[in-house]
């Protein structure tokens, strides 16, 4: 358990560099910007929103899977594992969400700029909050008409990141299971990609700094557990040893 944990914590600390470091600089988040790179930010974060999150979990389940090469019954067990751990982390930051009830950047911009009042804004129900974010930015040149309907789709709370969890959880599950066996490139792309997802959710207005460091924690608690299990129902996560001869023998038969 003590080495899983540390190992997750090192793939944690990666992903907290980012946003840590954008919450002590004293940041703020305005609309606007380089218009190509805040698309591309949209199509990263368009990975984890629904319904293209589903798909990015199972796509990652299969290929979790093919790189742990497990037998079939401990294969179902921890293609199961996986996608519970991702189901209990959203459930996490719903109740988080609903207790804490941050206002998003973009609901604060709208408040500032628009004379909405965030508290009447969120006694709205989700139909009446993307109405209203609908009718404020009609004719609104400084939010591109793509973020104006991610917006209306997004009307929650904003702390934690439900995104940025999402992401964190896959790519320190890709550190607490692949990185063992050796699947250091698998390991470096979620990684990026994690990271890619958390600046997203920043420069779309939707998240503040410590919404991300907060998700990550939680990911990282959540992961280090669903590792452990993992080791402990379906055997070691490293590289048998007699696997391992083998692919020395032939990386020197090169």
């Not at 009718?135 to 309907?149: G, T």
Request: charged share 15%; hydrophobic share 50%.
């Amino acid at each position: 358990m003590l080495e899983i944990a540390k190992r997750t914590m090192v793939g944690a600390v990666v992903l907290l560099l980012m946003p840590l470091a954008v919450w002590f600089s004293g940041w703020q988040w305005q609309p606007g910007g380089n218009t190509a790179l805040l698309k591309g930010l949209y199509w990263v974060t368009e990975t984890v929103t629904a319904p293209w999150g589903v798909f990015t979990s199972l796509i990652f389940s299969v290929w979790f899977l093919w790189c742990l090469r497990f037998r079939l019954k401990p294969a179902i067990g921890v293609f199961v594992l996986l996608l519970v751990s991702i189901v209990i982390g959203q459930s996490i930051k719903s109740v988080i969400k609903d207790r804490v009830q941050e206002p998003r950047p973009f609901v604060v911009w709208l408040e500032s700029t628009h004379q909405i009042d965030e508290k009447y804004f969120y006694s709205l129900n989700r139909k009446e909050r993307s109405a209203l974010v609908k009718e404020q930015l009609q004719e609104q040149a400084l939010v591109p008409e793509w973020l104006s309907k991610h917006w209306q789709f997004e009307t929650g709370f904003s702390f934690p990141s439900g995104h940025s969890l999402f992401a964190a959880t896959w790519a320190l599950l890709a550190v607490g299971l692949l990185w063992p066996r050796r699947h250091y490139k698998t390991v470096a792309v979620l990684m990026v990609w994690a990271t890619g997802v958390m600046a997203s959710r920043l420069m779309l207005g939707m998240h503040w700094p410590q919404d991300l460091a907060m998700a990550t924690v939680i990911s990282w608690l959540l992961v280090t557990l669903v590792c452990w299990l993992a080791q402990r129902w379906f055997g070691p996560l490293t590289i048998p040893r007699q696997e391992q001869q083998e692919i020395v023998e032939r990386e020197q038969s090169k």
